[in-house]
C-alpha cells in the first residue's frame, strides 16, 4: 500500500494580515508534488512505447537539437524558466542521439512560460483511446514569426506523437490575451468563446503541470476569489510571489449563465459521437447550474 503524506492546512490571510513567503512556497511545492502523481496515472495508462513521449516534452520546448523530434530550426523560441531535465528525459534523448547531454545555461529570455495537460486526460473519462490537448502558454511578447515558428515545432511534435499512436492537440496560449477574454478554441473539447469561462473552469480543474510556471490561482486562497485580482497584485506588490513565477490566466469568482446554456447545447451535439465523455459533462452542467450564482 501506498503510504499518503500528511500535509498541515495552510491558511493565507487577507491584505492588511499575515501572509508568509515559506507558506507560498509550500503551496507552490504540493502544486507540483500532486501534478507529479497525477502525470504518474497518466503514464500508467499508456502503452511503454508511448512513455517517451511524456518523458521527453517539456525537454523538446526548452532546447533546439537536431535530432530530437519536433526539431525544425534552431531559430525555433525554445527556454521554460525552472526547468532541468530529469533521468527520464535524458534517458529519452539519448533514444535518438546516443550523445545527448544537457547543459544547464540561465536564459535572458524564456518564450515558454508553461506547458499543461488539460481536459479528459486529467479527468476520469480520460482512456487509451483519448486524445491529449496541450496548452502551450508563451511569452506575450513573441513576435507573429516566433509564434508561427513555434506553431511549426509543435506541429511537428503532434506529428511524431501520431507515429506512437498518440493523438495529440497542441494549443499555443498567450495568457495575457486569455484573461481578457480574448481567446480562441483551445481544447479540442470547447466550442470556443462563448464558453470562455468554462474553459477556463475546466483548465484549473484537469490540467496537469508538465514544466514552467505554476498558475498563479493556486496562489490565491477560495476566500479571496471574489478579490482575485486585487489578491494576486498584493503578493506581487509586496514581493511574496515574483511575477517570473507565475502564470496568470485570470480568476474564476463566477461563470456566466449563457455560457452554461451554449456548453450544454455544444455537448448534446458531441454525443453523437462521444456519448459517454459529453454525459459526464451534461451531469457537470447540471451541478454547476443547480448552485447558481456560486458553483463550488
Not at 37 to 42: A, C, G, N, P, S
Not at 268 to 281: D, G, Q, R, V, W
Request: hydrophobic share 40%.
Amino acid at each position: 500500500m501506498t503510504e499518503t503524506a500528511s500535509y498541515q492546512q495552510i491558511h493565507l490571510g487577507s491584505p492588511g494580515e499575515d501572509i508568509s513567503k515559506k507558506d507560498l512556497h509550500a503551496i507552490s511545492q504540493r502544486f507540483k508534488n500532486l501534478n507529479q502523481m497525477r502525470m504518474q496515472r497518466v503514464q500508467s495508462t499508456l502503452q511503454p512505447r508511448q512513455h517517451i513521449f511524456l518523458n521527453i516534452l517539456p525537454l523538446l520546448f526548452h532546447q533546439n537539437h537536431p535530432l530530437l523530434p519536433g526539431f525544425t530550426a534552431l531559430e525555433s523560441p525554445v527556454g521554460i524558466p525552472d526547468y532541468t531535465p530529469n533521468k527520464q528525459a535524458i534517458n529519452a534523448a539519448k533514444q535518438f542521439s546516443k550523445g545527448f547531454s544537457f547543459k544547464r545555461k540561465a536564459l535572458l529570455n524564456y518564450p515558454i512560460q508553461g506547458i499543461f495537460l488539460m481536459g479528459s486526460v486529467g479527468s476520469i473519462a480520460f482512456s487509451k483511446t483519448s486524445d491529449m490537448d496541450i496548452w502551450l502558454c508563451h511569452q506575450p511578447s513573441l513576435s507573429a514569426t516566433e509564434i508561427d515558428e513555434l506553431q511549426q515545432k509543435a506541429t511537428a511534435v503532434e506529428k511524431w506523437a501520431d507515429s506512437l499512436g498518440l493523438e495529440v492537440h497542441f494549443f499555443l496560449v498567450n495568457s495575457e490575451t486569455f484573461s481578457k477574454g480574448k481567446n480562441i478554441p483551445i481544447s479540442s473539447e470547447s466550442s470556443g468563446n462563448t464558453q470562455h469561462y468554462l474553459l477556463l473552469e475546466e483548465f484549473y480543474r484537469t490540467a496537469i503541470f508538465i514544466a514552467g510556471r505554476i498558475p498563479a490561482w493556486w496562489l490565491v486562497p477560495p476566500h479571496q476569489e471574489y478579490n482575485y485580482s486585487d489578491y494576486l497584485q498584493h503578493l506581487i506588490d509586496n514581493r511574496f510571489v515574483s511575477e517570473n513565477e507565475i502564470i496568470d490566466f485570470g480568476g474564476l469568482s463566477s461563470i456566466p449563465a449563457e455560457e452554461f446554456i451554449s456548453a450544454t447545447l455544444w455537448h448534446i451535439y458531441k454525443a453523437l459521437n462521444s456519448p459517454h465523455k459529453s454525459l459526464l459533462k451534461l451531469f457537470l452542467m447540471e451541478s454547476y447550474a443547480s448552485e447558481y450564482p456560486k458553483p463550488q
